[in-house]
């Protein structure tokens, strides 16, 4: 169970090594070993990666200035997703894993669903946002040749940076 959830998450085998109370990723001769020390670390990683740290979050240990500075960021950061949330008024009804992966195939018709599961987590979030900034682009160029007044930053291409 343990090697299934790293292996969702990184799309990497693993080794258990007790010995060092370590994990081995890929070869051993690639040297990537995750020791106890650091696991609250590459913890905190992925659920910033995966979009997974709404909550709170946690300090490691005594933080540097610039941590501080980061960690201050992303609480402001949550602080506005949380009242983005609360403005829309989210209720049970939110999307589950289930339907944004059926929403993308259904977009995506060149894309199978094993191609989507063997995708990393954060990999696949990265490709759906993309999809939705497509979609928004070409309604937005859409309903502009149909005569709408639509601002210019909201007609920014596509091809840029993901937020």
């Given amino acids: 169970m343990v090697k299934d959830a790293f ?36 913890q905190e990683y992925i659920k910033s990666v ?5 909550g709170e979050t946690k300090s490691v240990g005594k933080d540097s200035a610039h941590v501080r500075r980061i960690k201050e960021r992303i609480k402001r950061g949550q602080a506005l997703v949380a009242k983005a949330k609360a403005k829309q008024g989210k209720t049970e009804d939110e999307l589950d894993l289930i339907d944004l992966v059926s929403s993308y195939l259904a977009k995506a018709t060149e ?15 990265i490709q759906f946002r993309r999809m939705q900034m497509i979609e928004e ?10 005569g ?9 291409h596509w091809i840029k940076k993901i937020q």
């Fill in 111 to 125: 894309v199978d669903i094993k191609t989507i599961w063997d995708m990393p987590y954060y990999m696949f979030q």
């Fill in 50 to 54: 995966c979009a997974l740290n709404i």
């Fill in 148 to 156: 709408a007044k639509i601002p210019k930053e909201k007609m920014k």
């Fill in 137 to 146: 682009y070409d309604i937005n160029l859409k309903a502009s040749l149909a």
């Fill in 7 to 42: 292996r969702f998450f990184t799309k990497e085998e693993i080794v258990l090594i007790p010995e060092l109370s370590g994990i081995q990723f890929g070869d051993l001769k690639e040297g990537r070993i995750l020791l106890q020390e650091d696991f609250l670390l590459f």
